[in-house]
C-alpha cells in the first residue's frame, strides 16, 4: 500500500485553489480568441478583449480572476493501493481549502443558509470520493461561482420527453438565463442516473477541457447540436447580444430508472476556474 | 451610442443624457452593497435611522470584492447578479439613489421606479473582477463591518467603465432570446 503524507495533500490543494483562481486555463483562453475573431459586434469584441485583459492582469498580479472565489468544489479518485497517512483525507482538503483561500487572498464565500453568516474560511469544501483501481490519489478543484450555480436546474423529464424534451429544457434554461450567469458560459449536463446523481454528473462535466471531443460519437454529435442551438440564442457576451453565448456544451449520460429521465443543467462561469492534480 | 465621462453625486440631468448601450466612465465616490448590507439598510430606514451614506445622488456598486492583498486598495472586484437586490432598489430610488452598477437582468419594479425617479441601471463585465479593481483607487469600509465581503464600503473609483443597460426613459440594452430561431 502506497502512502501519502497528509501535508502532501494540503498543500496540493492549496496550490490548486490559488493557481486555478489566478491562472486562465489555456483552452477557455484560446476559446476566448476564437471567439473574438467569430464576434462582430463591438460590444461583444469589448467584452472578450476585457476577459482577456482580465486574464492578463490576473496572472501577472496574483489577484482572482473573479472576486467571487466560489464554493470549493472536488471530484477525488482514490487508487485501492494508496493511502493518506497522518491525517484524514476530507480533512486534509478542508484545511488545503483554508491555506489557499487565506493565503491567496481569495475570497471565503460559504454562508449559513439562514442566518447568512460566514464560515471564515472558505470551508466546508463539496467533496465526492470515488474509489478506483491503482495507486494513485487524484484530486479535481473546481471554484464554483454563485452567479453561474444559481442561473442551474435539476428537473425529472418524463421518458417519452426523449431528447427533444432534453433539448427543450435546456434550451429555455439559458434562455431565461439571459445575461445573469456572466456568459459566454460552459454548460455542464447530467442526463440519467437519480434526482441527485444528474447533478452530480452534470457538474463532473465542467471537469473536461472545453477543446475535448466527447469518446462516444453520438453524444459528441448530441453536445454539437446544443452548443449551436444555444449560441443561436444571440445573447452574447455578457447578454449584449453576439455570436457566442456558450463556450461549451458537455454531457454525460448514464442509466436510469425505466419510469425516469432526470436531467440537470450546471451553468459554469466563462473562466471555467479548475485545476487537477495526481500525487 | 454616445461615451460620456460622469462625477458623483449624479444628477438628475446626468441621468436624463444617458441612453441604453451609451459608455460611461465614472469617476467620484461609489458604496458598495449587496444582500446582506441591503438587507441592514432596509432595516435602518424602518427603524427611521441615518444610513451610513447619503443617498441623494448616489450611486450603489453590487461587489462583494475579494480580499486586498499587500500594496493594493483592493482585491477582485467585479459585479455580482443584480435581480436579488430587485426588492430594495425601487424604496432607494425613491430615496435619491441615482444609480445601481451590476450585472444581469432587472425586474419590472426597479424599471418602474427607475423611470419615476429619474435613475439608471449600469453594466459592468462580470467576471473581470481583477480588470475592474484597477479603476478603484481606494476602499474604506463604512458600515457592517461584521459582514466581511458583504460589508458597505465606500469606493473612489477613476473612470470606472460602464454600459448604461436600463436608462430612465424605458430603454434596454440586454438583447431577447431568439427562441424561435434556436435549434
Ligand atoms: S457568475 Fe460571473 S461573477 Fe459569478 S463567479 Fe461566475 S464569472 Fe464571477
Redesign the interface.
Known amino acids: 500500500m502506497r502512502e501519502i503524507p497528509v501535508q502532501d495533500v494540503i498543500d496540493a490543494v492549496a496550490a490548486m485553489c490559488i493557481k486555478a483562481n489566478t491562472e486562465l486555463p489555456d483552452d477557455v483562453r484560446a476559446k476566448f480568441e476564437q471567439a473574438m475573431a467569430e464576434e462582430t459586434s463591438a460590444s461583444a469584441r469589448e467584452v472578450l478583449r476585457q476577459l482577456l485583459e482580465n486574464a492578463d492582469l490576473a496572472r501577472d498580479t496574483k489577484l482572482p480572476l473573479c472576486q467571487d472565489c466560489g464554493l470549493a468544489v472536488f471530484f477525488v479518485e482514490v487508487g485501492d493501493d494508496v493511502r493518506v497517512v497522518g491525517g484524514n483525507l476530507r480533512e486534509a482538503i478542508n484545511e488545503g481549502v483554508r491555506k489557499g483561500y487565506a493565503d491567496g487572498f481569495l475570497r471565503k464565500s460559504s454562508c449559513h443558509p439562514l442566518t447568512r453568516a460566514n464560515t471564515g474560511d472558505g470551508t466546508p469544501a463539496i467533496i465526492h470520493f470515488d474509489m478506483v483501481p491503482g495507486d494513485k490519489l487524484k484530486l479535481v478543484y473546481m471554484a464554483k461561482g454563485g452567479g453561474s450555480e444559481n442561473m442551474s436546474r435539476v428537473t425529472m423529464l418524463s421518458p417519452a420527453q426523449g431528447w427533444e424534451g432534453i433539448k427543450k429544457f435546456v434550451v429555455e434554461r439559458v434562455a431565461e438565463a439571459g445575461p445573469n450567469p456572466c456568459p459566454p458560459t460552459v454548460i455542464g449536463i447530467g442526463i440519467g442516473g437519480t434526482f441527485d446523481h444528474s447533478a452530480k454528473i452534470a457538474k463532473q462535466s465542467l471537469m473536461r477541457r472545453l477543446d475535448d471531443t466527447h469518446p462516444d460519437p453520438d453524444i459528441a454529435a448530441r453536445e454539437k447540436e446544443l452548443e449551436d442551438a444555444l449560441n443561436d440564442l444571440g445573447i452574447g457576451p455578457m447578454g449584449l447580444g453576439g455570436k457566442t453565448t456558450v463556450l461549451g456544451v458537455k454531457i454525460t449520460m448514464e442509466p436510469c430508472h425505466l419510469a425516469s429521465l432526470p436531467l440537470a443543467v450546471n451553468v459554469q462561469c466563462h473562466s471555467q476556474r479548475h485545476e487537477e492534480v495526481v500525487l | 451610442m454616445a461615451e460620456y465621462t460622469l462625477n458623483t453625486p449624479l444628477t438628475d440631468a446626468d441621468v436624463e443624457k444617458l441612453k441604453a448601450?451609451d459608455v460611461v466612465f465614472l469617476n467620484g465616490t461609489i458604496y458598495s452593497a449587496r444582500?446582506?448590507a441591503h438587507k441592514k439598510l432596509m432595516e435602518l430606514l424602518d427603524a427611521g435611522k441615518e444610513l451610513p451614506f447619503d443617498l441623494k445622488g448616489a450611486a450603489i456598486y453590487y461587489?462583494?470584492?475579494?480580499?486586498?492583498?499587500p500594496g493594493?486598495p483592493i482585491?477582485?472586484?467585479?459585479p455580482?447578479?443584480s435581480?436579488r437586490m430587485d426588492t430594495y432598489a425601487p424604496r432607494l430610488h425613491s430615496l435619491g439613489l441615482k444609480a445601481t452598477i451590476g450585472?444581469?437582468?432587472r425586474s419590472d419594479e426597479v424599471k418602474a421606479a427607475m423611470r419615476e425617479h429619474t435613475g439608471v441601471y449600469f453594466?459592468a463585465?462580470?467576471?473581470?473582477?481583477?480588470?475592474l479593481?484597477?479603476s478603484i483607487v481606494e476602499s474604506t469600509v463604512i458600515a457592517f463591518e461584521e459582514?466581511?465581503?458583504?460589508a458597505i464600503r465606500a469606493m473612489k473609483v477613476k473612470d470606472f467603465?460602464l454600459?448604461v443597460i436600463n436608462d430612465c426613459h424605458g430603454g434596454e440594452?440586454?438583447?431577447k432570446?431568439?427562441?424561435d430561431?434556436?435549434?
Open positions: 448601450g444582500d446582506a461587489v462583494g470584492p475579494s480580499p486586498a492583498p493594493r482585491g477582485a472586484a467585479g455580482t447578479t435581480y450585472k444581469g437582468k453594466g463585465t462580470g467576471g473581470a473582477g481583477a480588470l479593481s484597477n459582514l466581511g465581503p458583504e467603465p454600459l440594452l440586454y438583447v432570446p431568439r427562441l430561431t434556436a435549434g
